[in-house]
């Protein structure tokens, strides 16, 4: 493994762990993260607002459709758009928007390892990694 070091130094981080590791093969990931040039997204969740078995039996909080269906929880956790039943845009895609779409907008691209990936869609969609390590072309939905 290659060490990630998170100084978690932010007034409101609130993350445990200050040392990480990613795959050998990542040693360019690893750099651009020290450099500032990268970022991890982890531990993403579904739910709407905190739920116990009660209230999800009672109907008493608001909850993702399909709870309990691995396949819908895989989509709205690369959407993170838990409360709504319509087809949203990947958390990404709409973050590569946001910093491109701003007064003073910021260089973004997302780069897939894994081919399409609905996390990345949006305006920008995401170039794929190939197995020789360049990219090729988008070949987006």
């Known amino acids: 493994m290659l060490l990630i070091t998170s100084p978690n130094t932010a007034a409101h981080n609130t993350q445990p762990c200050t040392k990480f590791g990613v795959n050998p093969a ?6 651009m993260y020290a450099a500032g040039d990268a970022a991890f997204v982890a531990n993403v969740g579904t739910l ?3 739920l116990d078995r009660v209230q999800y039996a009672k109907k008493l909080k ?3 459709a399909s709870l309990f269906a691995h396949n819908a929880q895989q989509q709205t956790a690369k959407t993170v758009h838990a409360g709504t039943k319509k087809k949203a845009k990947g958390i990404l895609g709409r973050i590569a928007e946001a910093l491109t779409h701003q007064p003073q907008p910021y260089a973004a691209a997302a780069y897939s390892m894994s081919g399409i990936q609905a996390i990345f869609d949006g305006q920008y969609p995401a170039l794929i990694v190939g197995d020789e390590g360049g990219t090729s072309k988008n070949a987006w939905r």
């Open 26 to 31: 990542l040693t360019r990931v690893q750099q």
């Open 48 to 50: 709407v607002e905190p």
């Open 62 to 64: 608001t909850h993702p």
